[in-house]
Structure formats: structure tokens, C-alpha cells
């Protein structure tokens, strides 16, 4: 598995799975702090009458913590993901099985969060039925919001097992070589 890192200075030659949308955002500082937009009715490529607003919730995970260590989560037909890191860095990976598509078996990383200045703020649309999961990689725990598309519906969380899929390579994915990119304890 290639650590290949999405990067926004990079957003035009990174090779992106199809649907998967790059939003930054703009971080507004000042000497009280900043503030940052992370959705809009006007940001029509990451919302309009196909991408609405229905919920929104966040997540506190403590560091090295992955949501989930052994399986790929997705949503197999309604629910549209978009992640946004408020504080702390994570990596959030997304594999493309979709038998269709024309990026099928590529493995996209995203480094959000803290991350040099500001690259590392921007909203992730995580199109249904594309695998997904994310590690924390800060030493402190990491504030991940989320913007579904749906209501919750648990017949749209569906998980697989890493080890019941196959990467391009013949390999399986695996948090460790993560873990050892960022100096964490192995689990």
C-alpha cells in the first residue's frame, strides 16, 4: 500500500475516486481564535437538490483510536458522506469497490484536520458505497463533524472486514503501516 496523501496544494493532479469531492474551506484568523465555514447552500459541489442537508453530528475519538480497526464502513444505496476535522489530524481512507466505476479498486488517503497551517481543513464528500475509515493521528483527540445526506437509517451501515477485501495489489489494508507513518503504538 503506497502512502500517498491527498494534498490541496495538489488537488488538480492528485487522482481522486470518481464522486469523491474536495471542498476547502477558508479559515478566517484573528487574535481571538478563527472561524471557518464548513457547509453552504451555495457551495453547489457539495450541496444541491441531489447532496442535501439533512443532519449534521459530530465525533470526539481519541488518538490512535480508529473508527473501525478491522473493518471498512460504507453506505450501500441512500447516504452521502461529508467529513469536516474541526480540531486535532486524522486519515481517512477511502477505497473505491464499486464494480462500474471508472476508478474501481483505487485507494485514496486524506490528511484532515491540524495540518500544515490550514491544507488540512477542507470538507470530504464520501460518495455512497465507496469504502471509508479514519484513524486518529494527532496526540490528542480529534472533533470530526459530519454532514449526511440522510437521516440515520441503519440499514445504511454496512461494514466489511479488511481482510474480505482485496487491494489493487493483492494486499489488504491495514491501520499498522499508518500507525508506523505517524510514530503510533501498533495495535
Not at 140 to 146: F, G, L, T
Request: net charge positive.
Amino acid at each position: 500500500m503506497n502512502l500517498n496523501f491527498f494534498d490541496l496544494s495538489k488537488l488538480k493532479s492528485y487522482k481522486l475516486i470518481k464522486d469523491v469531492v474536495i471542498h476547502p474551506l477558508k479559515v478566517n484568523r484573528d487574535s481571538r481564535g478563527i472561524l471557518v465555514e464548513t457547509l453552504k447552500t451555495n457551495w453547489k459541489d457539495i450541496y444541491n437538490e441531489k447532496l442535501p442537508f439533512v443532519q449534521n453530528y459530530f465525533s470526539i475519538t481519541d488518538s490512535n483510536v480508529a473508527r473501525d480497526e478491522n473493518e471498512w464502513h460504507f453506505h450501500p444505496t441512500k447516504q452521502i458522506d461529508r467529513f469536516v476535522v474541526i480540531k486535532g489530524k486524522i486519515v481517512v481512507v477511502l477505497y473505491d469497490r464499486r464494480k462500474n466505476s471508472p476508478t474501481h479498486s483505487l485507494l485514496n488517503l486524506f490528511l484532515m484536520g491540524e495540518v500544515d497551517k490550514d491544507a488540512g481543513y477542507y470538507n470530504l464528500l464520501i460518495p455512497k458505497n465507496v469504502l471509508h475509515c479514519f484513524l486518529v493521528v494527532s496526540k490528542k483527540s480529534a472533533i470530526i463533524m459530519n454532514f449526511p445526506t440522510t437521516l440515520y437509517d441503519k440499514k445504511e451501515e454496512g461494514r466489511i472486514n479488511f481482510k474480505d477485501v482485496e487491494l489493487s495489489n493483492g494486499s489488504y489494508f491495514s491501520w499498522n503501516k499508518i500507525r508506523k507513518n505517524f510514530n503510533l503504538p501498533l495495535v
